[in-house]
């Protein structure tokens, strides 16, 4: 079955997309689970750009309005206890208005928490992290590359994380 990502963009917005260059990393790094999945422990990781209001800074947002080829490459941590009227959204390339309503469209933390409770999945991991999706125009990932992605993959490692669950949008 063919998979149309771009299905409910606008026509030229779509083209646009699909003319892109992917690059694609080959052999695909997959790891499989080490134990039964109700042993687990997960953590979450969206490219939504929630944070912690009045309690962790937004993302640069006005250093993007003023750089258009530019993303914040930083990211934010969300404990698992967060409540959603703690949760805020930064990010010029989305509609946030729906985030801040229910975090669990994009960073499905209330859902785990039911999952652990019902004994589904083994626990969630203390901690769960934001990004800033978008990195500019064309990408740069650098930044994530050599220190956020190895910097967010050792406190998972500490927080003992067998596997993440990463929701784009």
């Known amino acids: ?53 009045d309690k962790q800074p937004s993302f640069d947002l ?25 949760i805020r959204a ?17 960073l499905p933390i209330h859902r785990f928490l039911e999952l652990e409770a019902a004994g589904e999945i083994g626990s969630l991991a203390p901690t769960s992290y934001s990004f800033m999706g978008y990195q500019g125009n064309p990408p740069n990932t650098s930044e994530w590359e050599n220190r956020y992605g190895p910097e967010v993959a050792a406190r998972m490692k500490e927080e003992g994380v067998d596997a993440v669950l990463l929701t784009p949008v």
């Open 1 to 53: 079955m063919t998979i149309d990502s771009y299905k409910w963009l606008p026509g030229s917005l779509a083209n646009y997309y699909r003319a892109l260059p992917i690059q694609k990393v080959e052999p695909i790094p997959w790891t499989p689970l080490a134990k039964p999945i109700e042993e687990c422990r997960f953590s979450l990781v969206t490219s939504a750009g929630l944070y912690l209001k």
């Open 62 to 86: 006005d250093g993007e309005r003023r750089n258009p080829l530019w993303g914040d490459p930083t990211y934010r941590t969300i404990p698992r206890d967060v409540k959603q009227e703690e």
């Open 90 to 106: 930064a990010h010029l390339h989305i509609n946030t208005a729906d985030l801040e309503v229910d975090i669990n469209i994009a």
